[in-house]
């Protein structure tokens, strides 16, 4: 599962590479890509942190809102303003991202 996990963490990367490749100088998606990833490790990284045992549900929706937010506001940060196509973007990259810390977090030992 930890490849698995590794695959979906990398595909918003992948993709952002490939259109930056193709336009020699769009670089939101790069931007899109890290911020949502941030977000969804930050969010379950503090879920864990947490004094108690976190819901693996409420984490995760947490991680995939936080992710996807984050994905959104790097876009309209870098000057992108075509909503509908920013917000699906966002959206898969968040879920992607989430993806990737749910096989994680099954991938590793529960402590």
Same mark, same amino acid.
């Given at each position: 599962?930890? &490849?698995l996990s590794f695959l979906f963490a990398a595909a918003p $990367?992948? &993709?952002a590479l490939v259109r930056?490749?193709?336009t020699g100088h769009d670089m939101r998606l790069l931007w899109m890509a890290l911020?949502? $990833?941030v977000g969804a490790t930050v969010v379950m990284a503090v879920a864990k942190a947490g004094g108690r045992k976190p819901s693996l549900v409420l984490a995760l929706t947490g991680a995939f809102v936080v992710a996807t937010l984050l994905a959104g506001l790097a876009a309209f940060a870098d000057g992108a303003r075509a909503a509908p196509g920013i917000w699906a973007v966002a959206v898969v $990259?968040?879920?992607f991202c989430t993806v990737a810390q749910t096989l994680r977090a099954f991938s590793r030992p529960r402590t």
């Open positions: 599962m930890a &490849l $990367f992948a &993709l930056a490749v193709q911020a949502s $990833f $990259f968040g879920l």
